[in-house]
């Protein structure tokens, strides 16, 4: 038996918040797509038309969302070159996980190869966009409710702390158990970095491949945005065992919110960009183009810093990169950096990713607020992030907290914010 109705305090606006984000996610998705292969790609402004529901639904769409999904299961349970060990739950044990992320990115990229070569048209899959976003919601949506039943049978251990209310919309929403997994296919795990994360470059790919084609060449703007989110997608992959230590593996269940945000939200609105210069091509100076690059660079460079930093830290504390730094002894036994990284602001990595978003979106010039969809949601997504992880760290490290942030009084951007 699973206990109901835990005392942990609602986020998101408590069950109305979860039903209203269900909602909005999924049309303001669709609303993207539809509006950045609009002429006029406003915003906020209304969809070019309404799209009725021949044109969401193809079991095609369908069908090949899922043999994406069948691909990327398969290459997670191939042999990996690391198994890692994930944080200590609850019940003092610790799951295994495999390292083989990027091997799954590069054989993608080798299956892609292959199937272009035999007369794969990658080049049509931007017309494909709408109705595989339909049928992503949709997997996202079924996939949850299997999720919230299967925890039903999980014992109390394996719980998360929020997701368990009672109130069976939130709870579907947030996720009631931590790390879902049959035997060795973890749920979250796998959805957080495959298929989403690949799909993403993927798309972008084939909007770099259309582009070509329409216009005789790809364009710098496009090239550059295409460059910039695959480096951030192989450093992820690259950098794979370093999200166990994250707040969604952690703490949040995996319930709707993730799992949509993972399968769906990422791949179809995180391409954006490129999906705004297929239709609206934008000229690129080289000197403009340099200074986005070092933009970008700047960018990775604090945020890879700032998280290699914390993760050698905490996977060992004298290791001879970190062991010169400053740090603050907690009653758990843990200690927080107070210099380096994590003594300039207290989320040095959010403002690294930040600045990337930045860089990401200046491609596609000033004229239309869309690509900066990205900075702008990101950046809320941040700023609420950032809130959750205060409370949650003042309930673990208490006083230790306290004094972290009198030593550090800047939260993300250093005397501003
Ligand atoms: N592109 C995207 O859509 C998204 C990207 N991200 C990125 O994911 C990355 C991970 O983010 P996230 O999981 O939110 O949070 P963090 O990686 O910032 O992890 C926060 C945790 O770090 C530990 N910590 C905080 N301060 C210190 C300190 N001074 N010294 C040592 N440990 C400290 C605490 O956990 P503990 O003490 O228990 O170790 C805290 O809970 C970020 O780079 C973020 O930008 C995140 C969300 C979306
Ligand atoms: C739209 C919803 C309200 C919220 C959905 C949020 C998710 C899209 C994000 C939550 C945390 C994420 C992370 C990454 C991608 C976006 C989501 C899933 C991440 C995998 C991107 C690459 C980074 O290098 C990372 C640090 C590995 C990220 C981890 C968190």
Redesign the pocket.
């Known amino acids: 038996m699973t206990p109901q109705g835990s005392q942990a305090p609602l986020e998101f606006g408590g069950p109305l918040g979860a039903a209203s984000?269900m909602v909005l996610?999924p049309v303001t998705m669709l609303h993207l797509l539809l509006v950045a292969g609009s002429e006029p790609a406003r915003l906020l402004g209304p969809p070019p038309y309404l799209p009725g529901l021949e044109e969401l639904w193809s079991p095609q769409a369908l069908l090949l969302w899922l043999a994406w999904l069948g691909l990327q299961a398969a290459l997670y349970l191939l042999p990996a070159r690391k198994v890692a060990e994930g944080q200590e739950l609850k019940d003092k044990s610790r799951l295994q996980y495999p390292i083989n992320g990027f091997q799954a990115l590069v054989l993608t990229a080798l299956v892609v190869g292959l199937g272009v070569a035999v007369g794969l048209p990658l080049g049509t899959l931007p017309e494909m966009l709408l109705p595989l976003a339909f049928a992503s919601t949709l997997t996202a949506f079924v996939f949850s409710l299997l999720l919230y039943l299967k925890a039903l049978l999980a014992p109390a251990s394996a719980l998360a702390p929020g997701g368990n209310s009672g109130n069976p919309i939130y709870d579907f929403f947030l996720g009631r158990e931590l790390n879902p997994r049959i035997r060795y296919l973890d749920f979250k795990y796998f959805c957080?970095?495959r298929p989403g994360?690949i799909g993403w470059v993927l798309i972008n790919l084939a909007l770099l491949v259309q582009e070509a084609k329409l216009r005789g060449s790809s364009s710098l703007a496009m090239w550059l945005v295409n460059g910039f989110q695959l480096l951030?997608v192989g450093?992820?992959l690259w950098h794979e065992e370093?999200?166990l230590t994250?707040m969604?593996i952690t703490h949040d269940g995996f319930g709707f919110?993730?799992l949509f945000?993972?399968i769906t939200?990422?791949p179809f609105t995180y391409s954006l960009q490129a999906q705004f210069l297929l239709h609206h091509p934008q000229a690129l100076e080289l000197p403009m183009a340099s200074a986005i690059c070092l933009l970008n660079a700047t960018g990775y460079y604090i945020f890879r810093g700032a998280?290699s930093q914390k993760n050698t830290f905490r996977k060992n504390p004298s290791d001879p990169r970190v062991a010169d730094l400053e740090t603050i002894s907690t009653a758990t036994g843990r200690q927080l950096l107070v210099s380096g990284w994590w003594g300039m602001v207290r989320h040095p990595n959010y403002l690294g990713d930040l600045i990337m978003a930045l860089a990401w979106s200046l491609p596609c010039g000033t004229s239309h607020l869309l690509p900066y969809f990205y900075l702008l949601y990101f950046t809320a997504?941040l700023v609420h992030r950032e809130a959750r992880d205060e409370r949650q760290c003042l309930q673990k490290y208490g006083l230790a907290w306290r004094e972290y942030c009198r030593r550090v009084p800047y939260r993300i951007l250093p005397y501003i914010y």
């Open positions: 984000l996610l957080e970095l994360l951030y450093d992820a370093a999200i994250t969604d919110m993730l945000g993972d939200w990422v998280n997504l």
